[in-house]
């Protein structure tokens, strides 16, 4: 948006009135997923582990 107060304010106004696009900006966006990455690639792994001590006792 840059420093240009009248893009500011007309920014400002338009998600002030416009209900819609206020609900769809406020939400947080990440490009890096929901930050739950390493549990789920932790518990894989433990799995992962578990199957093949399990297949080796079985062997």
Known sequence: MGT???RI???TA???EDAELHERMSRP????GDGHASERIAAR???WLE???AEK???
């Open 45 to 47: 792994l433990c799995a």
């Open 57 to 59: 006792r079985c062997s």
């Open 4 to 6: 240009d107060v009248h």
């Open 9 to 11: 304010v007309d920014q």
């Open 14 to 16: 338009l998600l002030l």
């Open 29 to 32: 966006l990440t490009p890096y």
């Open 51 to 53: 199957q093949r001590r």
